[in-house]
């Protein structure tokens, strides 16, 4: 019964009669709080929540709204709900008794997904690998600074800064000699020759102190780095950020505008063997929204905080 329905029945009621049913409204938006805070506390696992709903699509797991449901489970922000609910094809006016077979189907996938995922070894570090201008750089500036409870690891280069690039912020510019010193005294937990010319290596020391403070760690780094970090760390987590299509991604190459045209058809080159590693990584997430891609990240080291709890 819809809302205003359910308003016209009362209305028509004795005066007695409309006391009671408001009463009982009251009893039932409370049960659902109480559903709710049971989901988020994790005292109820969703899956039964949905079955309860299931079993009885008028009880009180079943008037739930989709939307309160999913608010309610960790780490489920805004931004997310409307995604999963587009990719689920649900309407948000839903209730949770009210799906259709396959939108139950769905949810039920989606639910179980989610709860393999929280089984996962926990680990607070977290690597970002991915093609060549897949736009891990805007995504990691947007975690810096929408999200300063986790620490980036900042790398050691041996490139030239580009404009607008700071030492100790964006990267250590240091040379050669340097770096051979940062190797040799075994100061670099990877490090890689990118793009078959400079070296790139990420210094150990922050890493291993952020996550002796229990801070959550963040790596953004080429492939080859990201097998060194998981023969060293298997605990850590590999995240691939995929472009939304091949097209898309030549597009955001070539339209940086800060590499000659040879260095463009060798980032390319590097490119297409990199995606095609996507498949050794642990979760994927693809970097069509710069913000939401940054959520999903974050999200990821939130809901594995969640699973070591
Ligand atoms: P850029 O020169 O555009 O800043 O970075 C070039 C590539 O180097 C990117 O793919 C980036 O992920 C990678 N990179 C940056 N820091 C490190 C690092 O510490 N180790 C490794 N292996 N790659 C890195």
Redesign the pocket.
């Known amino acids: 019964m819809s809302a205003a329905e359910a308003s016209a029945v009362t209305r028509d009621l004795p005066e007695v009669d409309r006391v009671a049913a408001s009463r009982a409204a009251v009893a039932a938006r409370r049960a659902r709080a109480a559903v709710k805070a049971e989901i988020a506390s994790g005292a109820r696992r969703p899956l039964d929540v949905l079955a309860a709903a299931t079993a009885e699509p008028e009880g009180v797991e079943g008037r739930l709204r989709i939307t309160d449901f999913l608010l309610a489970i960790p780490a489920i922000g805004r931004t997310k709900l409307g995604r999963i609910l587009e990719e689920l094809s649900i309407s948000p006016a839903k209730r949770l008794g009210g799906l259709g077979r396959h939108q139950r189907v769905r949810l039920e996938e989606f639910l179980h997904q989610r709860a393999a995922l929280g089984r996962h070894p926990v680990s607070k570090l977290l690597v970002?690998?991915?093609p060549?201008a897949v736009g891990?750089?805007t995504v990691v500036r947007h975690i810096r600074e929408n999200y300063p409870q986790v620490q980036l690891?900042i790398?050691?280069?041996t490139?030239e800064p580009?404009p607008g690039e700071t030492h100790g912020v964006?990267?250590y510019f240091v040379d050669n000699a340097e770096f051979d010193s940062l190797i040799e005294r075994g100061e670099?937990l990877?490090?890689?020759t990118?793009?078959g010319v400079?070296r790139?290596?990420?210094p150990r020391g922050p890493v291993r102190e952020a996550l002796s403070r229990g801070t959550s760690v963040i790596?953004?780094?080429?492939?080859?780095?990201?097998r060194?970090v998981k023969d060293a760390m298997p605990e850590a987590a590999l995240v691939f950020l995929a472009p939304p299509s091949w097209e898309e991604l030549v597009r955001r190459l070539t339209g940086r505008g800060t590499e000659s045209a040879e260095e463009q058809a060798r980032r390319l080159e590097t490119a297409r063997t990199e995606l095609a590693a996507a498949d050794e990584f642990d979760y994927q997430i693809v970097n069509g929204e710069v913000a939401e891609a940054a959520a999903e990240v974050v999200d990821l080291i939130q809901l594995r905080g969640v699973a070591a709890r």
């Open positions: 970002i690998a991915g060549t891990k750089g690891s790398s050691a280069t490139r580009r964006d990267y670099l990877e490090y890689a990118v793009h400079h790139y290596g990420t790596l953004e780094i080429d492939i080859q780095g990201a060194q």
